[in-house]
């Protein structure tokens, strides 16, 4: 038989990550160890302390590289909406659902792991850029209100942002105890609606 070959170290970080990842979704952020993780990849747990310094810098690890996909899938929903600020603000919102739907392991990373932000330089980083592609989102929409009438943009996205992350966790991710006759997505469309209706940005009858 021939000897079983070592782990390639030049990408054990990564891999760690791609392992967390699967444990986070599996399990939940608190549900593993690193042993688990570096059981997983093939290597001893030692080996796993030359690239974390223990799970939360490596939950933190996963939340960061979430959050560069997130920016991304954020900025593509308001390109893709352009030049209306209407659609750009509306496709930032369904990209939240798309997001969270398409990468569980990095949503549970990035929301549910109750990693600190502001403990990681780099990860507070790129979640400021993810946020700020729809605080963007919603200052353009905002200049269709008339001044007295109109909130904060921050506010305004911060609204939207709660109401997408409201249903993700209670109706995307089947938390316990909540279920909805309706489709994330629709809830999601509706609350938005009846959110910009009532700023006068939308028809009543839309």
Known sequence: M???RGYHHGNLRQALVDA???LIEAKGPTGFTLSEAAKQVGVTPAA?????????DLIAEAAR????????????AYDTGQPSALAAFEATGRAYLAFARKYPGHYIAM????ISINRHPDLAAVAHRAR???????????????????PPASMFSAHIWALS????????RNSPGTSSPFPADELLESGIGIYLRGLGLIDPDR
């Open 20 to 22: 967390a990842l699967q």
């Open 165 to 172: 992350h409201g249903v993700v966790e209670l109706f995307l």
């Open 48 to 56: 796993v302390y030359r690239h974390f310094a223990g799970r939360e």
């Open 111 to 114: 929301f549910e792991s109750g």
């Open 132 to 150: 700020g592609v729809l605080d963007r989102a919603a200052a353009d929409l905002a200049q269709h209100i008339p001044a007295d009438k109109r």
């Open 65 to 76: 590289q979430g959050y560069e996909i997130f920016g991304d899938v954020m900025q593509y």
């Open 2 to 4: 021939p000897k079983k």
